[in-house]
């Protein structure tokens, strides 16, 4: 495909999982506006889903059943690796991107320095600790199950810090934002053809 053909082509992707404990139906568009319909029956889940379509760009529709009689975990989980799939599934063999991202995002007294590798390896480097262990009624472990669901699906190297912060609500709400920003930055196109990569492929 030719570099000018990379330009038009809006990169997209989209998923359905279902399982006997959540169904999750999604369609992402890389190149996209920031809108975002999403109802996954978490509340705090929507918000910061929201803001990824937001400040990443993205187009992200995402409808989520899951069993959160039992806990929110298996939808939260489930989320994570339905965006991971369509993720991969718009960027395919990642010709032209960017590759690497970065982003520093506060928020008041909260810091967060997120970066992204496309590299076709999923890795994913934690370095977030929380003052509680929830925000509301979410339980703030499953924010790393999230995000480590992500990158395995996307296959995707990805450092995730908070420098400092006591409100945990403004901690991972940076968390979010930075990621998102990384992101964009990662799969933003350069103009060339070519695979960012000296092996010639970002699949593994």
């Given at each position: 495909?030719?570099?000018?053909?990379?330009?038009?082509?809006?990169?997209?992707?989209?998923?359905?999982?279902?399982?006997?404990?959540?169904?999750?139906?999604?369609?992402?568009?890389?190149?996209?506006?920031?809108?975002?319909?999403?109802?996954?029956?978490?509340?705090?889940?929507?918000?910061?889903?929201?803001?990824?379509?937001?400040?990443?760009?993205?187009?992200?529709?995402?409808?989520?059943?899951?069993?959160?009689?039992?806990?929110?975990?298996?939808?939260?989980?489930?989320?994570?690796?339905?965006?991971?799939?369509?993720?991969?599934?718009?960027?395919g063999d990642k010709a032209g991107v960017?590759?690497?991202?970065?982003?520093?995002?506060?928020?008041?007294?909260?810091?967060?320095?997120?970066?992204?590798?496309?590299?076709?390896?999923?890795?994913?480097?934690?370095?977030?600790?929380?003052?509680?262990?929830?925000?509301?009624?979410?339980?703030?472990?499953?924010?790393?199950?999230?995000?480590?669901?992500?990158?395995?699906?996307?296959?995707?190297?990805?450092?995730?810090?908070?420098?400092?912060?006591?409100?945990?609500?403004?901690?991972?709400?940076?968390?979010?934002?930075?990621?998102?920003?990384?992101?964009?930055?990662?799969?933003?196109?350069?103009?060339?053809?070519?695979?960012?990569?000296?092996?010639?492929?970002?699949?593994?």
């Open positions: 495909m030719k570099a000018d053909s990379l330009t038009k082509a809006k990169r997209a992707g989209a998923h359905r999982r279902s399982t006997k404990e959540t169904t999750v139906e999604m369609q992402l568009t890389v190149d996209g506006g920031g809108k975002a319909d999403v109802a996954t029956g978490i509340g705090f889940l929507d918000h910061m889903l929201e803001l990824l379509a937001h400040h990443g760009e993205l187009d992200l529709s995402v409808q989520a059943h899951g069993d959160l009689h039992v806990d929110f975990h298996h939808t939260v989980e489930d989320v994570g690796l339905v965006l991971g799939d369509c993720l991969a599934q718009a960027l960017n590759r690497f991202g970065v982003a520093y995002v506060p928020l008041d007294e909260a810091l967060s320095r997120v970066v992204v590798d496309l590299s076709g390896r999923p890795y994913l480097s934690w370095r977030v600790r929380f003052t509680s262990d929830r925000v509301g009624d979410f339980p703030t472990e499953l924010f790393q199950d999230f995000f480590r669901a992500l990158s395995d699906r996307a296959r995707l190297t990805l450092h995730v810090e908070t420098l400092y912060g006591d409100n945990n609500h403004h901690i991972i709400e940076t968390v979010f934002k930075a990621f998102a920003r990384s992101l964009r930055e990662a799969t933003r196109r350069t103009g060339s053809a070519n695979v960012p990569s000296t092996k010639g492929t970002l699949k593994d």
